[in-house]
């Protein structure tokens, strides 16, 4: 998979909707932005719990964009794979066959 096209490809799907539900994506937008301040967990820590419930879901855009995030916040592989061993740990094969995926769009988009 080219994670680095899908991640692209899912934020020209969501200006398209955007532009037809505006207010649904306002609303998101300021629901995102409150959950992701940093607080007593911090924004990075977040977005791995974030990334844990986009493997559980089998999303794998969420998966992308959150990847993505990690990547920008400065997130290790280490750090990485010591989420997605949880993810896989608590899901069961599913959600390690979506860690893999994770994993490999970590390594596509942290180059």
């Not at 020209?12 to 007593?40: C, I, R, W, Y």
């Not at 990075?44 to 089998?58: D, Q």
């Amino acid at each position: 998979m080219e994670w680095k096209r899908l991640t692209a490809d899912t934020k020209q799907l969501f200006s398209k909707f955007q532009k037809e539900t505006p207010a649904t994506f306002e609303g998101f937008g300021v629901m995102g932005k409150d959950a992701k301040k940093n607080g007593h967990l911090s924004e990075k820590t977040k977005e791995f719990i974030a990334l844990g419930i986009s493997v559980a879901v089998r999303c794998e855009s969420c998966i992308g964009l959150h990847v993505e995030h990690l990547v920008r916040l400065g997130a290790t592989r280490e750090e990485l794979v010591e989420a997605l061993s949880m993810s896989s740990y608590m899901g069961g094969g599913p959600s390690i066959t979506y860690s893999a995926k994770a994993l490999e769009a970590f390594d596509q988009l942290s180059n």
